[in-house]
C-alpha cells in the first residue's frame, strides 16, 4: 500500500474497511478500468467490490506512517486527513498513539518556520481596553448607518479582509500576548477562519510563551474550526500539560466539529487539563453509536460541564446519553438545548438526572421535556444535588452558581451590539471599548468590580466607581 493511500481517507468505507482489513483483496487492474486508471481511487473501488474476499491485505509499514506524519506541513493538513490520522478504523490504527506524538513535535517545530508569521508591534494597542485581562477580539461586521463615534476601529477594515490581513493580525495578537504583562485570563476570538498553521501561531507563538498570561478561557466561535484545526488545539493543549497556563475551559461553539472529531476528542481531551467544553451549535453526532458511548465514558471523564446543545446527535446517541449520565461522576452541569430527545425517552432522561450529580441542567427548545411540571421535577433534582443528601451545602461548587458557558455567552452578547460598548456607564466616556468585562452589568452575573477573581471571571476594576 502506498503513501497517498495512507494519508487520504475513504469517504465510503470509513466503518467497513477498519472492521475488515485483513479480509479482502481485488483486482487491481479490474479497478484501474473502472475508475480511469487512478491509482488511489483504484485501491478504494476495489475494497468495496472484493470486501468479500478472503486474501489479506498487505500490512502497513509503520516507518511509512511515521514519516509521512514528520514531513506533513500544516498547510497540507486537511479536515478528512486529520480525521483519518485520528480514526480507529485507520489501518495505523494501532499506533497512533506514536502518531500523535510525532505529530506534535511536528507542530511544535513548524511555528518557527512559518513563512507569513512576521508580527509587528502595534503601538496604538497599548491604551486599548480590549487586551486588558480579558480579550475579546471579533471579526463580526454589524451594519450602519454612520460613523459611530466613541469606538475602537475594527481589528481589520472591512475593505482590507483577506487571509493575507488575518495572518497577519493573528501574527501580531500573539506578539502582543507574549509581550503583554498584565495577566490574560480569557481569549476569544470569532468570525475569523481559523487555519491549523493560524492556530498554532496563535497558541504556541503566543499564549503558551507568556508564562504570566494565566490563560484559562480559550473560546473561538464561528471560526470555521474543523478536524484539522480542532486536532491541532488538542495536541496543543496536551502538550501544554506540561507548561503553564493551564486552560480549563474550551468554547468551539457553532464550528464545524463534525462526528468524525469523536475518536479525536476520546483520545486526547483526557490529556489535556480541560474541565468544561461546549460544542455547541457544531455538526457533532450522527456516527458511529459506539464511538459516542467511548466519547462519553473516556473524553468526558474528567469534564465538569459539557455543552451539547444544538449539536447533530442521532436518536441511538441520545439514547447512549441518556444511559450514561448517571455514571459521568464528575459532571455537574450538562447543557443540552435543542437535542431531539424522544418523548419516550423523557421518563429515562428524568431518572437519569436524579441519579447524577448534576447541579444545573438546560433543557430548552425540547418539546418532549418542556413542560412545567416536568422542568420542576428536573430543577429540584439539581437543587438536592446542590445541597447534598444530607442537607448540607455540596461544597463543590461554592465558588459560583450555574453554567460557566451560560454566564459566558451572556457576558460575551454585549459584545455584539453596535452601541452602548462604552467602558464607562454613560456620561463618563473619557475611554471606550467594546470589551463586556468592564460592563456594570456584569455584577448582576456576581462579578466583583475591585480587581479581584471569582467563579473564573476576573473583572477589573471601573474607573468610574472612582470618581
Known amino acids: 500500500m502506498t503513501l497517498p493511500e495512507l494519508a487520504e481517507p475513504c469517504a465510503l468505507l470509513r466503518v467497513s474497511v477498519g472492521k475488515q482489513r485483513r479480509r479482502y483483496l481485488g483486482k487491481q487492474k479490474h479497478a484501474k478500468r473502472i475508475v480511469g486508471g487512478s491509482e488511489r481511487y483504484a485501491e478504494e473501488v476495489r475494497i468495496r467490490n472484493f470486501i468479500k474476499g478472503v486474501e489479506p491485505l498487505p500490512p502497513v509499514k509503520e516507518c511509512e506512517v511515521m514519516d509521512y506524519v514528520r514531513k506533513l506541513k500544516l498547510d497540507d493538513l486537511t479536515d478528512d486527513r486529520a480525521a483519518h490520522l485520528t480514526s480507529p478504523y485507520s489501518l495505523h490504527a494501532h499506533i497512533m498513539r506514536e502518531v500523535l506524538e510525532e505529530l506534535t513535535e511536528n507542530i511544535c517545530a513548524s511555528v518557527q518556520n512559518c513563512e507569513w508569521n512576521k508580527p509587528t508591534e502595534r503601538r496604538e494597542w497599548d491604551m486599548d481596553f480590549r487586551f486588558l485581562h480579558e480579550w475579546w477580539l471579533s471579526l463580526r461586521t454589524l451594519p450602519y448607518r454612520e460613523e459611530p463615534n466613541g469606538h475602537y476601529p475594527p481589528l481589520i477594515p472591512w475593505s482590507e479582509r483577506g487571509k493575507e490581513a488575518e495572518n497577519q493580525l493573528l501574527a501580531d495578537v500573539a506578539l502582543k500576548i507574549r509581550q503583554s504583562k498584565s495577566p490574560l485570563y480569557l481569549l476569544h476570538l470569532d468570525h475569523i477562519n481559523l487555519t491549523p498553521e493560524q492556530t498554532n501561531v496563535l497558541l504556541l507563538d503566543g499564549v503558551f510563551r507568556n508564562n504570566n498570561s494565566g490563560v484559562e478561557t480559550f473560546s473561538a466561535q464561528f471560526c470555521n474550526i474543523g478536524p484539522a484545526s ?91 446519553l441518556i444511559r450514561t449520565i448517571p455514571l459521568l461522576g464528575q459532571l455537574r452541569v450538562l447543557l443540552l438545548d435543542g437535542v431531539p430527545v424522544p418523548e419516550g ?27 412545567d411540571s416536568y422542568l420542576g421535577r428536573v430543577a429540584e433534582a439539581c437543587r438536592k444535588h446542590w445541597t447534598g443528601r444530607s442537607g448540607k451545602g455540596s461544597g463543590w461548587y461554592s465558588r459560583g452558581s450555574g453554567s460557566f458557558f451560560e454566564a459566558f455567552d451572556n457576558r460575551a452578547s454585549t459584545f455584539f451590539r453596535p452601541r452602548d460598548r462604552s467602558a464607562l456607564p454613560p456620561g463618563y466616556r473619557p475611554f471606550t471599548t467594546n470589551d463586556p468585562s468592564l460592563h456594570p452589568w456584569s455584577r448582576r452575573l456576581g462579578t466583583p468590580t475591585d480587581g479581584t477573581r471569582e467563579g473564573g471571571w476576573f473583572t477589573s476594576p471601573c474607573p468610574a466607581s472612582q470618581g
Not at 486536532?231 to 464545524?256: G, S
Not at 486526547?268 to 480541560?274: A, C, F, G, H, K
Not at 425517552?345 to 413542560?371: E, M, N, Y
Open 230 to 320: 480542532l486536532l491541532v488545539i488538542l495536541l496543543i493543549l496536551n502538550h501544554a500539560t506540561q507548561l503553564e497556563p493551564q486552560v480549563e475551559n474550551l468554547h468551539l461553539a457553532y464550528n464545524w466539529i463534525d462526528a468524525s472529531c469523536v475518536n479525536m476528542l476520546t483520545t486526547l481531551l483526557p490529556l489535556t487539563s480541560i474541565t468544561r467544553l461546549s460544542l455547541r451549535g457544531n455538526r457533532f453526532g450522527g456516527g458511529d453509536v459506539g464511538l459516542f458511548q467511548e466519547f462519553l465514558m473516556g473524553g468526558c471523564m474528567f469534564l465538569e460541564e459539557l455543552d451539547l446543545g444544538y449539536t447533530s446527535l442521532s436518536a441511538p446517541e441520545v439514547y447512549q
Open 345 to 371: 425517552k423523557a421518563a429515562s432522561l428524568l431518572r437519569a438526572i436524579q441519579l447524577s450529580q448534576l447541579i444545573k441542567v438546560s433543557l430548552i427548545a425540547i418539546p418532549a421535556c418542556s413542560s
